[in-house]
T-cell receptor, first 112, second 109 residues
Framework: NAGVTQTPKFRILKIGQSMTLQCTQD?????MYWYRQDPGMGLKLIYY???????DKGEVPNGYNVSRSTTEDFPLRLELAAPSQTSVYFC???????????FGDGTRLSIL | TQLLEQSPQFLSIQEGENLTVYCNSS?????LQWYRQEPGEGPVLLVT?????EVKKLKRLTFQFGDARKDSSLHITAAQPGDTGLYLC?????????FGAGTILRVKS
């Protein structure tokens, strides 16, 4: 069972470039989340989804977009990369009913 | 806005020592989760506490949820080098989690 898979693992972007961070889960979880983790700052919620076709903003959504066309996939899009978006990005998923979140191994993104 | 304050930020101790990590908030959470994260990996759940006053034990780790469900603590007895890592508390509200900033624990042999 693969769990939550994130690609790519590492990426360097130039300022102004765009890219999509991929996240897929094979546990048939309804709920999916995107976080960013900066040193000493814990995890901040960017966007989340409670099911296919439904997305909502988290704490730090500016500069990002998401879509949820299937239960399995929850891609995160950066349209105009800025140095402030240099971070480690984690995708997570969970079942309903207050179940814990399962995390991927993260994507390390540097914007230069 | 729900906030979780986690302390200390960094802890460096000798093998065999005991330690406690604290997680405090002015908000009430439906549950509180503790995660451990190793370098290059995502957080992994250690425990979920749901009921005010609840105490859960996981081998040498003891987790407590405050009576008012606003705070929690993690106590490690006789720490081992294998306990080294980043410990995160997370409070659940609605469909979301709010995370503390984390405690970096280093256990020296």
């Amino acid at each position: 069972n693969a769990g939550v898979t994130q690609t790519p693992k590492f990426r360097i972007l130039k300022i102004g470039q765009s890219m999509t961070l991929q996240c897929t889960q094979d546990m048939n979880h309804n709920y999916m989340y995107w976080y960013r983790q900066d040193p000493g700052m814990g995890l901040k919620l960017i966007y989340y989804s409670v099911g296919a076709g439904i997305t909502d903003k988290g704490e730090v959504p500016n500069g990002y977009n998401v879509s949820r066309s299937t239960t399995e996939d929850f891609p995160l899009r950066l349209e105009l990369a800025a140095p402030s978006q240099t971070s480690v990005y984690f995708c997570a998923s969970r079942r309903q009913g207050g179940q814990p979140q399962h995390f991927g191994d993260g994507t390390r993104l540097s914007i230069l | 806005t729900q906030l979780l304050e986690q302390s200390p930020q960094f802890l460096s101790i000798q093998e065999g020592e005991n330690l406690t990590v604290y997680c405090n908030s002015s908000s009430v959470f439906s549950s509180l989760q503790w995660y451990r994260q190793e370098p290059g990996e995502g957080p992994v759940l250690l425990v979920t506490v749901v009921t005010g006053g609840e105490v859960k034990k996981l081998k040498r780790l003891t987790f407590q949820f405050g009576d008012a469900r606003k705070d929690s603590s993690l106590h490690i007895t006789a720490a081992q080098p294998g306990d080294t890592g980043l410990y995160l508390c997370a409070g659940a509200y609605g469909n979301k989690l709010v995370f503390g900033a984390g405690t970096i624990l280093r256990v020296k042999s």
